[in-house]
């Protein structure tokens, strides 16, 4: 895990960001979604300042991301509790077992 240095163009402004090089890859998909999403915004409403623009996006994109954690959350509280009922299901058959083989 080396840190590498990647040039990134957000909203017409260049940065580098030092980053660990097996994070590229997702930090490269997260520039051009933020990217596409400017220029949704800026051709679906009409918002030329790149502050406001910037503001809406980073709005929209971290409610989507809120709303799949939850859902996510929520998925493994489910699944914990099916576990839960597996794993009773098999004690009580491990115990029917043993009282048959008595």
Wanted: proline share 0%.
């Amino acid at each position: 895990m080396s840190d590498v240095s990647v040039k990134v163009e957000i909203a017409g402004g260049i940065y580098t960001l030092k980053i660990n090089s097996e994070d590229e890859r997702n930090v490269k998909q997260a520039v051009k979604l933020i990217n596409q999403k400017i220029s949704e915004f800026e051709r679906n409403y009409g918002v030329k300042d790149k502050k406001d623009v910037m503001a809406m996006v980073t709005l929209q994109l971290v409610s989507q991301l809120a709303k799949e954690k939850n859902q996510a959350e929520q998925e493994l509280s489910t699944l914990k509790l099916v576990l839960e009922d597996v794993e009773q299901m098999l004690v009580q058959h491990r115990d029917n077992i043993q009282k048959t083989e008595e």
